[in-house]
């Protein structure tokens, strides 16, 4: 079987996830989409792993979801501590956060 439809796939995955990012202003949109991204590019990974005929890459797409579930549980929380402070939850009035 052929790898072009998980290749299509994935940057179809990826062009969502990067366009999510540009015409969103709510960061728990952004976070989702940045999560699209990055499991767009573990898709890749596992498709060009499974064409060449080895693991590696399905063994740096799962060290690329531990580091998503870490990036995630940092952004979560920012936006918690930000909720919280009665901060309005646009990442344009976010720009400048100041202590």
Known sequence: MSIDW???LSALLFAT???????RRSPMVIL???ELMLNAGN???VAFSRMVGN????VFAVIVMVI????????LGLIVAIFRRRIPL????LRELRG
């Not at 996830?17 to 015409?23: K, T």
């Not at 693991?55 to 399905?58: A, D, E, T």
């Not at 998503?68 to 952004?75: K, N, Q, S």
């Not at 646009?90 to 009035?93: L, Q, R, S």
């Open 17 to 23: 996830g990067a366009l999510g990012i540009l015409l």
């Open 6 to 8: 998980f290749i299509v």
């Open 32 to 34: 989702l989409c940045l």
């Open 68 to 75: 998503a579930a870490c990036e995630v549980v940092v952004g």
């Open 43 to 45: 898709l890749a990974l």
């Open 55 to 58: 693991g590696q890459g399905q």
């Open 90 to 93: 646009n990442v344009d009035d």
